[in-house]
């Protein structure tokens, strides 16, 4: 081969190998898209992250299945005729205080069961509530609805560090009983509860309170479906509980009238 023509052939296997139109174009525009698609959204960069921990999630833990029916030994009544409160998921700063307010007026007691985290947070309210003597029930240490589900250890370990929470805000209070977060019960939690001195406490009379329905309907519901022995579960937190307070000026009257309002037993 001559020079000249070695120079060509040299100059077109470069052309070929890096300039090659096609294939140098295609990734350019590969790159270029996301840019461009990505433009709206503050940065390319972080987007490809999410990607790359998708694939390797964290293993879930194995629940055990929930049974069919709720397990046996459930407390669902005061155990006396006179009908008992249940105030779930506080304390609450805005409205714990504004059903103490009411009890306190009406002279009666109810139960409440707190959510751990919040004792912790808030444990001036615990020490009140105990104070105006109303009576304790652990609901669990972050309102996990899955609790019962969850290996034995957990669900002690869970249960016992509620306890503690409640018991630094209110040292000699007893803390008799146990509620379930939303009811989902396993016979394997009421062994661990019962282990620890602690009663499980379901309820009669849900007004689904939760679920924000005006007053008058909280009332009605709980007026049609209350009578002697009831447990009436309602919430003092989680949400805004400004229907449950207005409604709890008209029941507890109307329910210390009806049946007298008493502690559990
Ligand atoms: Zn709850």
Redesign the pocket.
């Known amino acids: 081969m001559r020079p000249r023509t070695l120079l060509a052939f040299v100059l077109g296997l470069v052309l070929l190998v890096t300039g090659c139109g096609g294939p140098g174009k295609t990734p350019q525009r590969v790159t270029a898209q996301p840019s461009v698609s990505a433009a709206p959204t503050p940065t390319p960069s972080p987007k490809p992250q999410p990607s790359r921990t998708t694939p390797k999630p964290k293993p879930k833990p194995t629940l055990r299945p929930l049974p069919k029916k709720l397990p046996t030994g459930l407390h669902r009544r005061s155990g006396s005729p006179g009908v008992a409160l249940t105030f779930?998921?506080g304390p609450d700063p805005r409205y714990t205080p504004q059903i103490l307010a009411q009890l306190r007026a009406a002279h009666v007691t109810a139960t409440f069961?707190l959510v751990g985290k919040q004792a912790k947070r808030y444990p001036h309210l615990v020490a009140q509530i105990v104070r105006e003597g109303h009576q304790l029930c652990n609901?669990s240490w972050r309102?996990d609805v899955d609790l019962g589900r969850r290996p034995a250890a957990e669900i002690r370990a869970d249960l016992e560090r509620t306890n503690r929470a409640i018991r630094a805000a209110a040292p000699d209070a007893p803390i008799t009983w146990f509620r379930q977060?939303?009811g989902r019960w396993t016979a394997e939690e009421l062994t661990v509860a019962r282990q620890l001195g602690l009663r499980p406490l379901h309820w009669s009379v849900d007004p689904q309170d939760w679920d924000h329905p005006p007053a008058k309907k909280i009332i009605a519901r709980v007026e049609s479906a209350a009578h002697h022995g009831s447990v009436v579960l309602m919430?003092d937190a989680?949400g805004d509980r400004t229907q449950t307070m207005a409604a709890c000026r008209r029941l507890i009257p109307d329910l210390k009238r009806r049946y007298g309002i008493v502690r559990l037993r």
């Open positions: 779930d998921d069961c609901h309102h977060p939303g919430h989680g």
